[in-house]
């Protein structure tokens, strides 16, 4: 046999390996700065052909939830649903699944769920599917994601969920964001530029105007993660309530002028057990628990109950 072409072999084989590492490694580094997802859809959007894209996702009107026991389906007719779910959900993939397996796993038939931070309506239409007999109350700041929500809502004919183009703070009244011509999945209240007022309200004042008990809150705020939980004091203080935050460290610094460990410090002081959903973007569900020391990075999913 041709040496040459065994040596050609292993430095075909090396090359790949160190080519893997070095992937690896760059996935890593940047997923330690939070910044992994924003720079893969970037590349994705802006490198990828669009020819191949139009191709084989122009005609798809539906994106179809992919686990069997949830009939769910979102519609991505419109060019900024059908960028946001394909490709990165085609092939069976579905979005953050340690978390969509944490939802599957909490929320029962006759649950009352919040989602404060709708986007499309991912969590919502979950939620409101697996509460078949209960109840989803559904906060969006952006006023250009309210139809697209709507629209999911209608196609998977769901009567259990109310949803308000409000933004949930720490104050009842208005809240400034930016003034945008298209739905924007990284909205983030205080902006000061071509800002915009959307209607507040508080955890708290929400739950005694309406008489719900819920038995799961989800907060999704980019940042203003601190402002929700100072709104919801009353709330904190009772039994049998789970919360899913996701915490965006680097947001909380630049827009509202604190850190995730005071967000630590109010749960832990209110009685709850935190824990990190470790690669909640991952299938991979492990829990880490949390102690006002413990260190985040990135974009954290913590899970919080009562134990």
Request: proline share 3%.
């Amino acid at each position: 046999m041709d040496a040459s072409w065994i040596t050609m072999a292993i430095e075909t084989v090396f090359q790949k390996r160190y080519e893997l590492v070095a992937k690896r490694f760059i996935k890593r580094m940047l997923l330690a700065l939070g910044i992994w997802y924003p720079v893969r859809r970037f590349i994705k959007r802006n490198f990828q052909q669009s020819g191949s894209f139009q191709e084989k996702y122009g005609k798809r009107d539906t994106w179809t939830f992919p686990l069997a026991t949830i009939d769910l389906q979102f519609s991505v007719s419109d060019a900024y649903s059908k960028r946001w779910f394909f490709p990165r959900y085609d092939k069976n993939r579905y979005h953050e699944p340690a978390v969509t397996k944490l939802f599957m796993e909490l929320v029962g038939e006759k649950d009352v769920v919040m989602d404060i931070g709708v986007h499309l309506g991912y969590f919502t239409c979950l939620s409101a599917v697996l509460a078949k007999q209960g109840s989803v109350h559904s906060f969006e700041v952006d006023p250009t994601c309210i139809p697209l929500i709507q629209q999911n809502i209608r196609k998977n004919r769901l009567t259990n969920v109310t949803l308000h183009n409000k933004a949930v703070s720490d104050q009842v009244g208005t809240e400034k964001i930016p003034l945008g011509a298209g739905p924007n999945a990284s909205l983030k209240l205080q902006h000061t530029q071509d800002a915009i007022d959307v209607a507040s309200t508080t955890v708290d004042r929400y739950i005694e105007t309406t008489g719900i008990t819920p038995t799961l809150i989800k907060i999704d705020v980019e940042g203003a993660e601190e402002k929700v939980l100072k709104g919801m004091g009353k709330t904190l203080q009772k039994d049998g309530i789970v919360l899913l935050i996701e915490i965006h460290v680097k947001e909380l610094t630049a827009y509202f002028d604190t850190d995730y460990t005071a967000i630590l410090e109010a749960l832990l002081s209110h009685g709850f057990s935190v824990y990190e959903v470790k690669e909640h973007r991952s299938n991979n569900q492990k829990l880490k628990k949390l102690t006002t020391k413990s260190r985040l990075q990135g974009n954290a999913m913590v899970y919080c109950v009562k134990e």
